[in-house]
Nanobody, 126 residues
Framework: QVQLAESGGASVQAGGSLRLSCAVS????????MGWFRQAPGKEREGVAV???????TYADSVKGRFTISKDYTKNTLFLQLNNLKPEDTGIYYC????????????????????WGQGTQVTVSS
């Protein structure tokens, strides 16, 4: 059983930065692959970035060089650093957890993600 709670979303100007956090409630945090997905109004949920149980990472082409996914193992927390934000980054950002094959290797698929948070809103104004 895993519970996820996102925080850190806000309204910012284009070019600005945000740091999103996801508090993870589980006794086996290191064994999970984790990820961030986002959904804009009227759009399908899309993969942003994933990090494996051995800390390898994969990013969507649209965010490469701007976003960084990371973990703090001492706090059971997943982070997403969002730099040089663009209006097209606007959406609800969801934290996710799952298996190496079903989440990490399957990226950007959302179909086999085991656990989802409730989301946090990011709005980027031009």
């Amino acid at each position: 059983q895993v519970q996820l709670a996102e925080s850190g979303g806000a309204s910012v100007q284009a070019g600005g930065s945000l740091r999103l956090s996801c508090a993870v409630s589980t006794t086996g945090f290191r064994q999970y692959s984790m990820g961030w997905f986002r959904q804009a109004p009227g759009k399908e949920r899309e993969g942003v970035a994933v990090i494996s149980n051995i800390d390898t990472t994969t990013y969507a082409d649209s965010v490469k060089g701007r976003f960084t996914i990371s973990k703090d193992y001492t706090k059971n927390t997943l982070f997403l650093q969002l730099n040089n934000l663009k209006p097209e980054d606007t959406g609800i950002y969801y934290c996710a957890a799952g298996g190496y094959e079903s989440l990490f290797l399957a990226f950007p698929s959302t179909s086999r993600v085991a656990y989802w948070g409730q989301g946090t809103q990011v709005t980027v104004s031009s």
